[in-house]
Nanobody, 123 residues
């Protein structure tokens, strides 16, 4: 089992940057596929980025490619999401999540979730 705690959200102007972090408890962090998801008001939770257990494979949803960078540090039990060139449409609650299944971008396949951190981008 793993517990996840996000931090780093906030209010930023369009074009600005934020760095989200997710700290995981437990000694088996490296066994989990990690993902970042977001949910805007009135919308379904959507996949943003995912990283493999070793960190060697990273995938992004098309709308954030070239702007967001996901990374993980298995020695420190952390994952991060560097967000540059933020747009108002990036406004949402951002969640990190962990899955011990195979590669997936489906929220339902992730077993563990953080509490979420709000990101608000003003125009």
């Amino acid at each position: 089992q793993v517990q996840l705690v996000e931090s780093g959200g906030g209010l930023v102007q369009a074009g600005g940057s934020l760095r989200l972090s997710c700290a995981a408890s437990g000694r088996t962090f490296s066994r989990y596929l990690m993902g970042w998801f977001r949910q805007a008001p009135g919308k379904e939770r959507e996949f943003v980025a995912g990283i493999s257990r070793s960190g060697g494979t990273i995938t992004y949803t098309d709308s954030v490619k070239g702007r967001f960078t996901m990374s993980r540090d298995n020695a420190k039990n952390t994952v991060s999401l560097q967000m540059n060139g933020l747009k108002p449409e990036d406004t949402a609650v951002y969640y990190c999540a962990a899955s011990d299944l195979g590669w997936t971008t489906t929220p339902g396949a992730y077993d563990y979730w953080g509490q979420g951190t709000q990101v608000t981008v003003s125009s």
